[in-house]
C-alpha cells in the first residue's frame, strides 16, 4: 500500500528555515515524481516543487524559486523540501503528493488532480 508522511514542520521566524520530510512507502521514490504542495488559511492550495521520476530534475514556483531546494534519498525512500529564507506568506500546511507522470513539467507538476496520492500535511508557521 502506498503511504506517504510529512514530518519536519514547525514554527519558525522570518528569515529562518526549515527542512520538510517526505517518507515514502508501497513504492521505490525514484519511480515516481514527488511534488509539494502548501495551503495558506483561506486560501487554494498551491504547488511549490517537484522533483521528477528517475533522473531527479527539480521544478519550483516562482514564490520559492532560489529560496526552497528539493532533493530524493532513494535508499531512505525520503524526498526533502529544504526552505530557507521564510516569511510570514511561507505560513501554511505543507503536502507531499506523487504522481507517474513521465517527469515534472510547468503543465503538470502544479495540477492537484495529476497526483494520486497524498500525505496528511506538516504545518509551517513563520511568525515574530
Known amino acids: 500500500q502506498v503511504q506517504l508522511v510529512e514530518s519536519g514542520g514547525g514554527l519558525v521566524q522570518p528569515g529562518g528555515s526549515l527542512t520538510l520530510s517526505c517518507a515514502v512507502s508501497?513504492?521505490?521514490?525514484?519511480?515516481?515524481?514527488i511534488g509539494w504542495f502548501r495551503q495558506a488559511p483561506g486560501k487554494e492550495r498551491e504547488g511549490v516543487s517537484c522533483i521528477s521520476r528517475h533522473d531527479g530534475s527539480t521544478l519550483y514556483a516562482d514564490s520559492v524559486s532560489g529560496r526552497f531546494t528539493i532533493s530524493r534519498d532513494n535508499a531512505k525512500k525520503m524526498v526533502f523540501l529544504q526552505l530557507n529564507n521564510l516569511q510570514p506568506e511561507d505560513t501554511g500546511l505543507y503536502y507531499c503528493a506523487m504522481n507517474w507522470r513521465p517527469r515534472c513539467t510547468a503543465s503538470t507538476a502544479w495540477t492537484q488532480s495529476e497526483y494520486y496520492y497524498w500525505g496528511q500535511g506538516t504545518q509551517v508557521t513563520v511568525s515574530s
Open positions: 508501497g513504492i521505490y521514490v525514484e519511480d515516481v515524481n
